[in-house]
Protein backbone atom coordinates (compact mmCIF):
# COMPACT_ATOMS: atom_id res chain seq x y z
CA UNK A 1 0.00 0.00 0.00
CA UNK A 2 1.31 3.59 -1.05
CA UNK A 3 2.90 5.86 1.98
CA UNK A 4 4.20 9.05 1.93
CA UNK A 5 7.69 9.96 2.65
CA UNK A 6 7.93 13.74 3.84
CA UNK A 7 11.63 15.67 5.73
CA UNK A 8 10.37 18.07 7.12
CA UNK A 9 12.13 21.02 7.43
CA UNK A 10 12.07 22.80 3.81
CA UNK A 11 10.26 25.87 2.53
CA UNK A 12 6.87 25.66 0.05
CA UNK A 13 8.30 28.42 -2.86
CA UNK A 14 7.47 28.68 -5.91
CA UNK A 15 4.03 28.71 -8.45
CA UNK A 16 2.18 25.97 -8.54
CA UNK A 17 -1.26 25.35 -10.80
CA UNK A 18 -4.67 24.20 -8.87
CA UNK A 19 -6.20 21.18 -10.86
CA UNK A 20 -9.94 21.22 -11.56
CA UNK A 21 -12.43 20.72 -8.60
CA UNK A 22 -13.15 17.33 -7.92
CA UNK A 23 -16.73 18.06 -5.79
CA UNK A 24 -17.38 19.92 -8.78
CA UNK A 25 -16.44 17.41 -11.26
CA UNK A 26 -18.07 14.50 -9.52
CA UNK A 27 -21.73 16.18 -9.96
CA UNK A 28 -20.99 17.37 -13.74
CA UNK A 29 -20.24 13.73 -14.73
CA UNK A 30 -23.10 12.22 -12.65
CA UNK A 31 -24.87 15.05 -14.91
CA UNK A 32 -23.84 14.10 -18.05
CA UNK A 33 -26.14 10.97 -17.51
CA UNK A 34 -28.68 13.69 -18.46
CA UNK A 35 -27.20 14.84 -22.24
CA UNK A 36 -28.56 13.62 -25.66
CA UNK A 37 -25.58 14.25 -27.37
CA UNK A 38 -21.90 14.51 -26.97
CA UNK A 39 -20.26 16.04 -24.16
CA UNK A 40 -16.45 17.46 -23.37
CA UNK A 41 -14.68 18.24 -20.18
CA UNK A 42 -12.17 20.21 -19.66
CA UNK A 43 -9.83 20.58 -16.33
CA UNK A 44 -11.01 17.45 -14.79
CA UNK A 45 -9.02 16.13 -11.97
CA UNK A 46 -7.10 13.32 -12.65
CA UNK A 47 -8.01 11.04 -9.62
CA UNK A 48 -9.33 7.80 -7.88
CA UNK A 49 -12.85 9.36 -7.60
CA UNK A 50 -13.35 10.57 -10.91
CA UNK A 51 -11.74 6.97 -12.47
CA UNK A 52 -14.68 5.59 -9.63
CA UNK A 53 -17.70 7.80 -11.29
CA UNK A 54 -16.53 6.69 -15.22
CA UNK A 55 -16.35 3.60 -13.66
CA UNK A 56 -20.03 3.52 -12.33
CA UNK A 57 -20.96 5.24 -15.51
CA UNK A 58 -19.92 2.96 -17.94
CA UNK A 59 -21.27 0.28 -15.61
CA UNK A 60 -25.07 2.30 -16.19
CA UNK A 61 -23.92 1.91 -20.32
CA UNK A 62 -22.62 5.68 -20.56
CA UNK A 63 -18.79 5.34 -21.74
CA UNK A 64 -16.64 8.31 -20.70
CA UNK A 65 -13.00 8.49 -21.14
CA UNK A 66 -10.43 10.65 -20.00
CA UNK A 67 -7.39 11.81 -21.63
CA UNK A 68 -4.20 12.43 -20.05
CA UNK A 69 -4.56 16.21 -19.92
CA UNK A 70 -7.89 15.48 -17.37
CA UNK A 71 -10.37 16.36 -20.77
CA UNK A 72 -13.32 13.52 -20.67
CA UNK A 73 -15.69 12.78 -23.87
CA UNK A 74 -18.51 10.37 -24.44
CA UNK A 75 -22.03 10.55 -25.42
CA UNK A 76 -23.46 8.90 -22.42
CA UNK A 77 -26.97 8.52 -23.96
CA UNK A 78 -26.99 4.77 -24.30
CA UNK A 79 -27.90 3.71 -20.51
CA UNK A 80 -28.65 -0.51 -20.15
CA UNK A 81 -28.84 -0.32 -16.27
CA UNK A 82 -29.81 1.75 -13.95
CA UNK A 83 -28.52 0.99 -10.50
CA UNK A 84 -25.08 1.98 -8.48
CA UNK A 85 -24.36 -1.07 -6.32
CA UNK A 86 -22.95 -0.59 -2.63
CA UNK A 87 -19.14 -1.67 -3.70
CA UNK A 88 -18.98 1.20 -5.41
CA UNK A 89 -21.09 3.58 -3.18
CA UNK A 90 -18.99 2.53 -0.32
CA UNK A 91 -15.66 3.73 -1.49
CA UNK A 92 -17.24 7.09 -3.53
CA UNK A 93 -20.42 8.23 -1.08
CA UNK A 94 -20.52 10.57 -4.38
CA UNK A 95 -22.35 7.46 -6.39
CA UNK A 96 -25.37 8.98 -4.64
CA UNK A 97 -25.25 11.57 -7.32
CA UNK A 98 -26.66 9.43 -10.22
CA UNK A 99 -29.76 9.17 -8.51
CA UNK A 100 -31.21 12.54 -9.47
CA UNK A 101 -30.14 11.98 -12.74
CA UNK A 102 -31.39 8.40 -13.22
CA UNK A 103 -34.78 9.03 -11.66
CA UNK A 104 -35.55 12.58 -13.33
CA UNK A 105 -34.47 11.03 -17.08
CA UNK A 106 -35.06 7.44 -16.81
CA UNK A 107 -37.73 6.96 -14.28
CA UNK A 108 -35.88 4.20 -12.09
CA UNK A 109 -32.96 4.11 -9.84
CA UNK A 110 -32.01 1.54 -7.32
CA UNK A 111 -28.72 2.91 -5.59
CA UNK A 112 -26.95 1.89 -2.32
CA UNK A 113 -27.51 3.91 0.68
CA UNK A 114 -23.89 5.13 1.64
CA UNK A 115 -24.23 4.46 5.07
CA UNK A 116 -21.68 5.75 7.61
CA UNK A 117 -17.72 7.44 6.74
CA UNK A 118 -14.96 8.50 8.56
CA UNK A 119 -16.09 11.77 9.41
CA UNK A 120 -19.64 11.12 10.29
CA UNK A 121 -23.00 9.61 10.17
CA UNK A 122 -23.58 11.34 6.38
CA UNK A 123 -27.77 10.31 6.07
CA UNK A 124 -28.97 11.24 2.74
CA UNK A 125 -32.57 11.67 3.64
CA UNK A 126 -33.24 15.27 2.77
CA UNK A 127 -32.41 14.24 -1.01
CA UNK A 128 -34.71 11.16 -1.07
CA UNK A 129 -37.48 13.35 0.76
CA UNK A 130 -36.97 15.87 -2.01
CA UNK A 131 -37.51 13.59 -4.56
CA UNK A 132 -40.42 12.06 -3.31
CA UNK A 133 -42.08 16.12 -3.33
CA UNK A 134 -41.13 15.87 -6.82
CA UNK A 135 -43.16 12.81 -7.25
CA UNK A 136 -40.60 10.05 -7.16
CA UNK A 137 -41.89 6.67 -5.44
CA UNK A 138 -39.40 6.06 -3.14
CA UNK A 139 -38.59 2.68 -1.00
CA UNK A 140 -35.76 1.91 1.01
CA UNK A 141 -35.09 -2.09 1.61
CA UNK A 142 -31.84 -4.05 1.64
CA UNK A 143 -29.95 -1.40 2.07
CA UNK A 144 -30.54 0.24 -1.41
CA UNK A 145 -32.41 3.32 -2.35
CA UNK A 146 -35.35 2.20 -5.02
CA UNK A 147 -36.86 5.17 -6.65
CA UNK A 148 -39.29 5.00 -9.58
CA UNK A 149 -41.37 7.62 -11.36
CA UNK A 150 -43.31 8.42 -14.46
CA UNK A 151 -42.28 12.42 -15.15
CA UNK A 152 -41.40 14.21 -12.18
CA UNK A 153 -43.01 17.19 -11.35
CA UNK A 154 -41.45 20.56 -10.17
CA UNK A 155 -41.80 21.46 -6.20
CA UNK A 156 -41.40 23.78 -3.81
CA UNK A 157 -38.44 22.20 -1.75
CA UNK A 158 -37.14 23.33 1.31
CA UNK A 159 -33.74 22.10 3.14
CA UNK A 160 -34.12 21.94 6.93
CA UNK A 161 -29.88 21.66 6.40
CA UNK A 162 -27.81 23.03 4.14
CA UNK A 163 -26.58 19.62 2.08
CA UNK A 164 -24.27 20.27 -1.41
CA UNK A 165 -24.85 17.05 -2.44
CA UNK A 166 -28.30 17.06 -1.80
CA UNK A 167 -28.85 20.16 -3.47
CA UNK A 168 -27.00 18.91 -6.60
CA UNK A 169 -29.42 15.91 -7.15
CA UNK A 170 -32.27 17.50 -6.69
CA UNK A 171 -31.16 20.15 -8.93
CA UNK A 172 -30.12 17.85 -11.93
CA UNK A 173 -33.54 16.08 -10.73
CA UNK A 174 -35.72 19.72 -11.25
CA UNK A 175 -33.84 20.43 -14.56
CA UNK A 176 -36.31 17.34 -16.53
CA UNK A 177 -39.06 17.87 -14.26
CA UNK A 178 -42.34 18.79 -15.48
CA UNK A 179 -43.21 22.83 -14.20
CA UNK A 180 -41.35 24.87 -11.49
CA UNK A 181 -38.84 23.71 -8.97
CA UNK A 182 -37.85 26.23 -6.09
CA UNK A 183 -34.82 25.05 -3.53
CA UNK A 184 -34.94 27.28 -0.90
CA UNK A 185 -32.34 27.27 1.78
CA UNK A 186 -29.76 25.04 -1.01
CA UNK A 187 -26.33 25.11 -0.87
CA UNK A 188 -24.48 28.35 -1.89
CA UNK A 189 -21.05 26.06 -2.89
CA UNK A 190 -19.48 27.66 -5.52
CA UNK A 191 -19.20 23.40 -7.15
CA UNK A 192 -23.34 23.80 -6.62
CA UNK A 193 -23.16 26.88 -9.51
CA UNK A 194 -20.88 25.31 -11.48
CA UNK A 195 -22.84 22.45 -11.75
CA UNK A 196 -25.68 24.91 -12.52
CA UNK A 197 -23.79 26.86 -15.22
CA UNK A 198 -22.74 23.15 -16.95
CA UNK A 199 -26.49 22.16 -17.03
CA UNK A 200 -27.38 25.77 -18.22
CA UNK A 201 -25.12 24.87 -21.31
CA UNK A 202 -26.71 21.69 -21.69
CA UNK A 203 -29.89 24.02 -22.32
CA UNK A 204 -31.35 23.91 -18.55
CA UNK A 205 -33.19 26.88 -17.37
CA UNK A 206 -32.03 27.68 -13.87
CA UNK A 207 -31.20 30.89 -11.73
CA UNK A 208 -30.00 31.79 -8.82
CA UNK A 209 -27.53 28.60 -8.38
CA UNK A 210 -24.98 29.91 -6.10
CA UNK A 211 -27.69 31.68 -3.84
CA UNK A 212 -29.84 29.93 -1.33
CA UNK A 213 -32.73 29.96 -3.63
CA UNK A 214 -31.92 28.34 -6.83
CA UNK A 215 -35.25 28.60 -9.39
CA UNK A 216 -35.51 25.68 -12.33
CA UNK A 217 -38.14 25.76 -14.98
CA UNK A 218 -38.04 21.97 -15.98
CA UNK A 219 -37.14 21.36 -20.17
CA UNK A 220 -38.30 18.14 -22.27
CA UNK A 221 -34.84 17.79 -22.95
CA UNK A 222 -30.91 18.46 -22.68
CA UNK A 223 -28.50 18.25 -25.30
CA UNK A 224 -24.35 17.49 -25.05
CA UNK A 225 -22.38 20.65 -24.34
CA UNK A 226 -18.51 21.27 -24.06
CA UNK A 227 -17.55 22.97 -20.42
CA UNK A 228 -14.60 23.49 -18.19
CA UNK A 229 -14.76 22.42 -14.72
CA UNK A 230 -13.75 25.54 -12.18
CA UNK A 231 -10.36 25.19 -10.06
CA UNK A 232 -10.17 23.13 -6.73
CA UNK A 233 -10.34 25.73 -3.70
CA UNK A 234 -9.37 23.48 -1.58
CA UNK A 235 -6.37 21.76 -3.18
CA UNK A 236 -5.79 25.85 -3.35
CA UNK A 237 -6.02 26.33 0.15
CA UNK A 238 -4.16 23.29 0.82
CA UNK A 239 -0.86 24.88 -1.13
CA UNK A 240 -1.74 28.32 1.35
CA UNK A 241 -1.52 26.58 4.16
CA UNK A 242 1.37 24.86 3.22
CA UNK A 243 3.07 28.41 2.52
CA UNK A 244 2.45 29.61 5.75
CA UNK A 245 3.12 27.20 7.81
CA UNK A 246 6.60 26.71 6.37
CA UNK A 247 7.46 30.52 6.16
CA UNK A 248 7.31 30.25 2.17
CA UNK A 249 6.12 32.16 -0.80
CA UNK A 250 3.59 30.08 -3.02
CA UNK A 251 1.73 31.52 -6.01
CA UNK A 252 -1.30 29.18 -6.60
CA UNK A 253 -2.03 29.67 -11.11
CA UNK A 254 -5.14 28.63 -12.60
CA UNK A 255 -7.53 29.05 -9.30
CA UNK A 256 -10.17 31.24 -8.52
CA UNK A 257 -9.86 33.97 -5.49
CA UNK A 258 -13.12 34.83 -5.45
CA UNK A 259 -14.44 30.96 -3.86
CA UNK A 260 -11.55 31.39 -1.22
CA UNK A 261 -12.84 34.37 0.82
CA UNK A 262 -13.07 33.09 4.44
CA UNK A 263 -10.01 30.65 4.13
CA UNK A 264 -8.11 33.57 2.90
CA UNK A 265 -9.47 36.32 6.31
CA UNK A 266 -7.58 33.54 8.28
CA UNK A 267 -4.26 33.31 6.30
CA UNK A 268 -4.31 36.85 6.79
CA UNK A 269 -5.00 36.87 10.03
CA UNK A 270 -2.45 34.03 10.84
CA UNK A 271 0.15 37.22 9.58
CA UNK A 272 0.67 36.39 5.57
CA UNK A 273 0.84 38.33 3.21
CA UNK A 274 -1.67 37.38 0.53
CA UNK A 275 -2.40 39.23 -2.73
CA UNK A 276 -4.84 38.10 -5.54
CA UNK A 277 -5.23 38.13 -9.15
CA UNK A 278 -7.71 37.03 -11.62
CA UNK A 279 -6.74 33.96 -11.24
CA UNK A 280 -4.18 33.50 -8.85
CA UNK A 281 -3.44 34.18 -5.49
CA UNK A 282 -0.24 34.80 -4.00
CA UNK A 283 0.89 34.20 0.10
CA UNK A 284 4.38 35.61 1.24
CA UNK A 285 5.13 34.42 4.96
CA UNK A 286 8.11 36.26 4.54
CA UNK A 287 9.60 33.36 7.01
CA UNK A 288 7.76 34.32 10.04
CA UNK A 289 5.91 31.75 12.53
CA UNK A 290 1.78 31.80 11.65
CA UNK A 291 0.03 33.06 14.66
CA UNK A 292 -2.91 30.56 15.46
CA UNK A 293 -6.26 31.05 14.04
CA UNK A 294 -9.62 30.44 15.58
CA UNK A 295 -11.68 28.69 12.90
CA UNK A 296 -15.54 28.12 12.71
CA UNK A 297 -16.99 25.62 9.88
CA UNK A 298 -19.96 26.15 8.47
CA UNK A 299 -21.61 26.14 4.56
CA UNK A 300 -20.06 28.22 1.85
CA UNK A 301 -19.24 31.39 2.19
CA UNK A 302 -18.35 30.55 5.77
CA UNK A 303 -15.21 28.75 6.35
CA UNK A 304 -14.79 25.31 4.69
CA UNK A 305 -14.94 21.91 7.12
CA UNK A 306 -12.84 20.73 4.08
CA UNK A 307 -10.39 22.89 5.16
CA UNK A 308 -10.14 22.22 8.74
CA UNK A 309 -7.67 19.36 8.96
CA UNK A 310 -5.00 22.25 7.48
CA UNK A 311 -5.84 24.77 9.61
CA UNK A 312 -5.36 22.29 12.96
CA UNK A 313 -2.06 21.58 11.51
CA UNK A 314 -1.05 25.00 11.47
CA UNK A 315 -2.02 25.96 14.74
CA UNK A 316 -0.58 23.02 16.36
CA UNK A 317 2.76 25.03 15.21
CA UNK A 318 1.73 28.14 15.41
CA UNK A 319 2.22 30.81 18.22
CA UNK A 320 -0.59 30.62 20.45
CA UNK A 321 -3.52 29.30 20.60
CA UNK A 322 -6.70 28.46 18.58
CA UNK A 323 -9.62 27.36 18.85
CA UNK A 324 -10.95 25.04 16.06
CA UNK A 325 -15.11 24.61 16.27
CA UNK A 326 -15.85 21.32 13.57
CA UNK A 327 -20.09 22.46 12.90
CA UNK A 328 -20.69 20.53 9.70
CA UNK A 329 -19.44 17.24 10.33
CA UNK A 330 -19.69 15.23 13.81
CA UNK A 331 -16.74 13.16 13.78
CA UNK A 332 -14.03 15.07 11.88
CA UNK A 333 -10.83 15.15 14.04
CA UNK A 334 -9.49 11.92 13.32
CA UNK A 335 -6.47 13.48 12.44
CA UNK A 336 -5.97 15.19 15.81
CA UNK A 337 -4.92 11.92 17.77
CA UNK A 338 -2.27 11.50 14.68
CA UNK A 339 -1.30 14.97 15.26
CA UNK A 340 -0.91 14.79 18.90
CA UNK A 341 1.35 11.75 17.84
CA UNK A 342 4.21 14.55 16.38
CA UNK A 343 3.68 16.37 19.09
CA UNK A 344 0.57 18.86 18.77
CA UNK A 345 -0.90 19.98 22.08
CA UNK A 346 -4.61 19.59 21.57
CA UNK A 347 -7.70 18.93 23.33
CA UNK A 348 -10.52 18.15 22.17
CA UNK A 349 -14.00 19.00 23.87
CA UNK A 350 -16.71 17.57 21.66
CA UNK A 351 -16.94 19.87 18.71
CA UNK A 352 -14.14 22.30 19.81
CA UNK A 353 -10.49 21.23 19.08
CA UNK A 354 -8.20 23.48 21.68
CA UNK A 355 -4.47 23.63 19.54
CA UNK A 356 -1.94 25.48 21.80
CA UNK A 357 1.01 25.79 18.98
CA UNK A 358 4.32 23.95 19.62
CA UNK A 359 7.96 25.45 18.20
CA UNK A 360 8.55 22.19 16.60
CA UNK A 361 7.08 18.99 15.87
CA UNK A 362 8.67 15.84 15.71
CA UNK A 363 8.28 13.25 12.65
CA UNK A 364 5.97 9.91 13.86
CA UNK A 365 4.69 7.32 11.27
CA UNK A 366 0.75 8.63 11.48
CA UNK A 367 -2.31 7.01 9.38
CA UNK A 368 -4.17 9.22 7.61
CA UNK A 369 -8.16 8.47 7.89
CA UNK A 370 -9.98 10.13 5.33
CA UNK A 371 -9.41 12.77 2.63
CA UNK A 372 -8.79 16.22 4.50
CA UNK A 373 -6.90 14.98 7.59
CA UNK A 374 -4.65 13.10 5.25
CA UNK A 375 -3.86 16.69 3.62
CA UNK A 376 -3.52 18.10 7.46
CA UNK A 377 -0.84 15.23 8.29
CA UNK A 378 1.07 16.32 4.75
CA UNK A 379 1.44 19.66 6.09
CA UNK A 380 2.77 18.64 9.31
CA UNK A 381 5.10 16.79 8.18
CA UNK A 382 6.78 19.71 5.77
CA UNK A 383 7.40 21.23 9.25
CA UNK A 384 8.32 18.20 11.61
CA UNK A 385 11.67 18.04 12.25
CA UNK A 386 12.65 14.32 10.96
CA UNK A 387 10.92 11.95 8.03
CA UNK A 388 7.25 11.44 8.56
CA UNK A 389 5.35 8.65 6.90
CA UNK A 390 2.09 9.26 6.04
CA UNK A 391 0.13 5.98 5.72
CA UNK A 392 -3.13 5.19 3.57
CA UNK A 393 -2.50 7.38 1.29
CA UNK A 394 -5.01 5.80 -1.17
CA UNK A 395 -7.72 8.72 0.96
CA UNK A 396 -5.53 11.27 -0.63
CA UNK A 397 -5.25 10.07 -3.88
CA UNK A 398 -9.39 10.53 -3.92
CA UNK A 399 -8.61 14.20 -4.10
CA UNK A 400 -5.51 15.40 -4.42
CA UNK A 401 -4.64 15.16 -8.02
CA UNK A 402 -0.20 14.47 -7.80
CA UNK A 403 0.13 15.54 -4.68
CA UNK A 404 3.68 14.68 -4.06
CA UNK A 405 4.93 15.94 -7.52
CA UNK A 406 3.02 19.74 -7.19
CA UNK A 407 4.61 19.65 -3.43
CA UNK A 408 8.12 18.66 -4.65
CA UNK A 409 7.93 21.29 -7.16
CA UNK A 410 7.53 23.90 -4.53
CA UNK A 411 10.59 22.58 -2.87
CA UNK A 412 9.31 20.33 -0.46
CA UNK A 413 11.18 17.02 0.58
CA UNK A 414 8.49 14.03 -0.41
CA UNK A 415 8.20 10.61 -2.38
CA UNK A 416 5.62 7.91 -2.57
CA UNK A 417 6.91 4.52 -1.20
CA UNK A 418 5.39 0.72 -0.68
CA UNK A 419 7.80 0.68 2.55
CA UNK A 420 6.95 -0.03 6.36
CA UNK A 421 7.54 2.25 9.11
CA UNK A 422 9.97 -0.27 10.06
CA UNK A 423 11.62 -0.67 6.56
CA UNK A 424 12.18 3.12 5.93
CA UNK A 425 13.74 2.85 9.79
CA UNK A 426 16.66 0.93 8.71
CA UNK A 427 17.29 1.60 5.46
N1 LIG B 1 -27.13 15.95 5.97
C1 LIG B 1 -28.28 15.40 6.47
N2 LIG B 1 -29.17 14.80 5.60
C2 LIG B 1 -28.93 14.73 4.27
C3 LIG B 1 -27.75 15.30 3.76
C4 LIG B 1 -26.86 15.90 4.64
O1 LIG B 1 -28.53 15.42 7.67
O2 LIG B 1 -29.77 14.18 3.54
C5 LIG B 1 -26.15 16.58 6.88
C6 LIG B 1 -24.82 15.84 6.93
O3 LIG B 1 -24.84 14.75 7.80
C7 LIG B 1 -23.87 16.92 7.35
C8 LIG B 1 -24.47 18.17 6.71
O4 LIG B 1 -25.81 17.83 6.37
O5 LIG B 1 -23.85 17.06 8.74
C9 LIG B 1 -23.78 18.66 5.47
O6 LIG B 1 -23.52 17.58 4.59
P1 LIG B 1 -23.57 17.73 3.02
O7 LIG B 1 -24.71 16.94 2.50
O8 LIG B 1 -23.48 19.15 2.63
O9 LIG B 1 -22.22 16.99 2.59
P2 LIG B 1 -22.02 16.19 1.26
O10 LIG B 1 -22.82 16.79 0.19
O11 LIG B 1 -22.15 14.73 1.54
C10 LIG B 1 -20.06 17.64 0.28
C11 LIG B 1 -18.66 17.40 -0.16
C12 LIG B 1 -17.79 17.15 1.08
C13 LIG B 1 -17.87 18.39 1.97
C14 LIG B 1 -19.33 18.67 2.34
C15 LIG B 1 -19.53 19.93 3.14
C16 LIG B 1 -18.91 16.43 -2.34
C17 LIG B 1 -18.81 15.25 -3.23
N3 LIG B 1 -18.63 16.25 -1.05
O12 LIG B 1 -20.47 16.46 0.97
O13 LIG B 1 -16.46 17.00 0.61
O14 LIG B 1 -17.13 18.17 3.15
O15 LIG B 1 -20.11 18.78 1.13
O16 LIG B 1 -19.01 21.02 2.46
O17 LIG B 1 -19.21 17.53 -2.80
C18 LIG B 1 -14.24 16.19 0.67
O18 LIG B 1 -14.08 16.65 -0.47
O19 LIG B 1 -13.27 15.77 1.37
C19 LIG B 1 -15.58 16.12 1.24
C20 LIG B 1 -15.89 15.33 2.27
Known amino acids: MDKLLITGGTQLNGEVRASGAKNAALPILAATLLAEGPVTLTNVPRLRDIRTTLDLLGRLGAHLTQDEDGVVRGEPSTLTRFDAPYELVKTMRASILVLGPLV ?3 GQADVSLPGGCAIGARPV ?47 MAAVLARGE ?9 PEVADLADFLIAMGARIEGAGTDRIYVQGVDRLGGAKFAVMPDRIETGTFLVGAAMTGGRVRVLNTRPDCLEAVLQKLRECGARVETGPDWIELDMQGRRPHAVDI ?78 SAGLVLAGLVAQGETLVDRIYHLDRGYDNIEAKLAGLGAVIRRTSATAGEVESA
Open 296 to 373: HTAPYPAFPTDMQAQFCALNSIADGVGVVAETVFENRFMHIPELQRMGADIRIDGHLAVCRGVEHLTAAPVMATDLRA
Open 104 to 106: TRY
Open 125 to 171: NLHIDGLRAMGAEITVAGGYIRARADRLHGARLIFETVTVTGTENLL
Open 181 to 189: TLIENAAHE
